[in-house]
C-alpha cells in the first residue's frame, strides 16, 4: 500500500473517531460505526460531531447521593455492618472518614449496599465508577473464597448485569479506581447492588469509597 492511502485512511478514521463521539449514545459509542466504510471517499465520511440524538456532551449530572458515604446511611440501603467510620487507622476511607466496608470477619456473612437512580434517556452517557481496596488473610491455594459482586438490577429488583466480581484473588494494597459504561440502559431506573459474601473462615476485607454514578447530557 502506497503511504499516501494509509495517510487517508488514518485521516478518515480520525474524523470518524471524532464525529462518534457521545452523540450516538450506545455502548461502544466511541468505536468507528462498523459499516462506515473506509473504502468511501474522504468526502463522504465526514460526520458531524454529535450527529445522531443530538444532545451535546458538556454537562455532567451527579445521580449518587452520599456516595462518599460520609453521611453515614443515608440515601443507601444496606444490609449487615457496611458504612462504618472504624478502622480508620489501618484502614482508612479514600476520602473523609466514612466507607462501605464488606466482610472483615473470618466468619460466614453478607453485606449488601444498594442505591437507585434514574438514568435519563437523553443522557449521551452514562458512568458508574466507585474505588475498591482488597485485603485478605486467605491463603493463595483459597480460591475465590470470599467476594464482592457489583450488581445492576432493574426498578424491581431483577439483576439485569453482574458489572463486577472481585475476590480474595483480586487483592488491591490501595485503593483503585473501577468503571463501568451504563449508557446501554439510558431510560431506565437502575439499582446499582454491591453484595460482599465472607466464607466460614478467614478474613477478606473489601472496602469501597466514592461511588459516582453520572450521566452527561
Ligand atoms: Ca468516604
Redesign the pocket.
Known amino acids: 500500500m502506497k503511504n499516501s492511502n494509509i495517510t487517508k485512511w488514518v485521516s478518515a478514521l480520525s474524523i470518524l473517531a471524532i464525529g462518534a463521539g457521545c452523540g450516538g449514545g450506545d455502548e461502544g459509542a466511541h468505536n468507528p460505526p462498523a459499516d462506515a466504510g473506509i473504502d468511501a471517499p474522504l468526502d463522504a465520511v465526514a460526520v458531524t460531531p454529535d450527529a445522531g440524538d443530538g444532545g451535546s456532551c458538556g454537562t455532567t449530572t451527579e445521580l449518587m447521593a452520599n456516595g462518599?458515604?460520609?453521611e453515614g446511611n443515608a440515601t443507601w440501603t444496606t444490609s449487615g455492618r457496611v458504612i462504618t467510620n472504624m478502622g480508620q487507622d489501618g484502614y482508612p476511607?479514600?476520602?473523609?472518614t466514612?466507607?462501605a466496608y464488606f466482610g472483615g470477619f473470618g466468619y460466614g456473612n453478607t453485606g449488601t449496599l444498594s442505591q437507585k437512580a434514574a438514568l435519563p434517556a437523553e443522557a449521551c452517557k452514562a458512568t458508574l465508577s466507585y474505588w475498591v481496596r482488597v485485603l485478605s488473610d486467605e491463603p493463595d491455594s483459597a480460591g475465590e473464597a470470599d467476594t464482592l459482586t457489583v450488581q445492576l438490577r432493574d426498578a424491581n429488583g431483577a439483576v439485569l448485569e453482574t458489572l463486577s466480581k472481585l475476590s480474595n484473588r483480586t487483592l488491591s494494597g490501595s485503593y483503585i479506581q473501577k468503571t463501568v459504561d451504563l449508557t446501554p440502559y439510558k431510560g431506565k431506573t437502575v439499582e446499582v447492588r454491591f453484595v460482599g459474601i465472607e466464607d466460614r473462615q478467614t478474613p477478606t476485607s473489601f472496602f469501597v469509597?466514592?461511588v459516582s454514578l453520572s450521566y452527561t447530557h
Open positions: 462518599g458515604f460520609e476511607a479514600r476520602a473523609g466514612f466507607k469509597d466514592d
